[in-house]
């Protein structure tokens, strides 16, 4: 199984990016699927989740009405649209897949977003 993040970059404050987390090797559309987030010395912590097949959605409060996730089942696929962006979204961004009844979780290896002017 694999989970592979991209997309993230060093952007200005207010601009926007979306990372994407491919996954393979797995039944994508049995996984809910999350975006965490590390800054440096700070814990992990979860942006964003959908359910399995995007009918329900859930956002930490820091990133409510300027993040977005989204999936595409057909392309193994998890989207996170990040848009005005702030300072302290800087962080390494982890994607996270969880079969409920399996209670098997996958993580990706994490891309950096660095927001700055």
């Known amino acids: 199984v694999q989970l592979v993040e991209s997309g993230g970059g060093l952007v200005q404050p207010g601009r926007s990016l979306r990372l994407s987390c491919a996954a393979s090797g797995l039944t994508f559309s049995s996984y809910a699927m999350s975006w965490y987030r590390q800054a440096p010395g700070k814990e992990r912590e979860m942006v964003a989740g959908?359910?399995?097949?995007?009918?329900?959605?859930e956002y930490a409060d820091s990133v409510k009405g300027r993040f977005t996730i989204s999936r595409d089942n057909d392309k193994n696929t998890v989207y996170l649209q990040m848009n005005s962006l702030k300072p302290e979204d800087t962080a390494v961004y982890y994607c996270?897949?969880?079969?409920?009844?399996?209670?098997?979780?996958?993580w990706g290896q994490g891309t950096q977003v660095t927001i700055s002017s």
């Open positions: 996270k897949g969880f079969h409920r009844f399996l209670a098997i979780t996958y």
């Open positions: 959908i359910d399995r097949f995007g009918g329900s959605t």
